[in-house]
C-alpha cells in the first residue's frame, strides 16, 4: 500500500468584513500578534499535558494535579485568542502543525521524569510565555486597541501567578541586587 504524501502549505490569512469600528490594516497588524500568541498558547498547553503525562517522584501526584490545571487554564486561553482573531475579521489558523510551526517556545524535552525537571522546563517556557503576552500587551495598545491588549492583560496576570505556582517549588535564591 502507497503512502500519500502530504503537502505542507503555509496557510494564508484570510479577513472577513466585520462592523468592528477598528480598521481593517489595524486588523491587519493585530491578528498576527494574536496569531503568535494562539500557537504558543496551543504549543504550550501541549507540553505542559507532555509533563502531566510523564511526571515521576515523590510529589507525582500534586504535580500531575497542578499540571492539569495549568493546562486547562490554558486551553481556555486558546480560546480567546482565537476568537479575538475571528471577531477582529480574522482566521484562526490552530492546528497542531501551524501551532509546532509558529510557536515561540521550544520543544519540550522527552527524556526528563523528575518533577523539579518538569518544573524547570515548564518555568522556563512560562516566562518566554509571558512576556509575550506583555509585548502583545503594549504593541495592541499601541495600535488602538484596548480590547485585545485587555485580554492579553487578563492572561498575563494568570500567566504570572502560574509562573510562580512553578517557581514556588524551585529552592534555588536570586539575588536581586
Known amino acids: 500500500m502507497a503512502s500519500a504524501q502530504v503537502t505542507q502549505v503555509k496557510p494564508k490569512a484570510v479577513f472577513y468584513p466585520t462592523r468592528i469600528d477598528i480598521p481593517v490594516d489595524v486588523r491587519q497588524k493585530i491578528v498576527p500578534i494574536l496569531s503568535q500568541t494562539l500557537a504558543t498558547s496551543l504549543d504550550l498547553k501541549t507540553q505542559v499535558k507532555q509533563a502531566h503525562w510523564n511526571v515521576k517522584g515523590l510529589n507525582f501526584y500534586q504535580l500531575h494535579e497542578l499540571f492539569d490545571a495549568m493546562a486547562k487554564e490554558l486551553e481556555g486561553y486558546v480560546d480567546m485568542v482565537a476568537e479575538r482573531i475571528t471577531t477582529l475579521g480574522g482566521t484562526a489558523l490552530g492546528t497542531a502543525r501551524i501551532a509546532a510551526s509558529d510557536s515561540l517556545i ?56 502560574s509562573l510562580w505556582f512553578l517557581e514556588a517549588h524551585l529552592t534555588q535564591k536570586m539575588n536581586l541586587s
Not at 522556563?124 to 503594549?138: F, V
Open 106 to 161: 521550544s520543544e519540550y524535552p522527552y527524556d526528563i521524569a523528575d518533577g523539579v525537571e518538569h518544573i524547570t522546563a515548564l518555568a522556563q517556557r512560562y516566562a518566554i510565555y509571558a512576556a509575550h503576552l506583555r509585548s502583545g500587551i503594549e504593541k495592541t495598545n499601541t495600535l488602538g486597541d484596548a480590547d485585545t491588549a485587555d485580554l492579553y492583560t487578563e492572561i498575563s496576570r494568570d500567566i504570572d501567578k
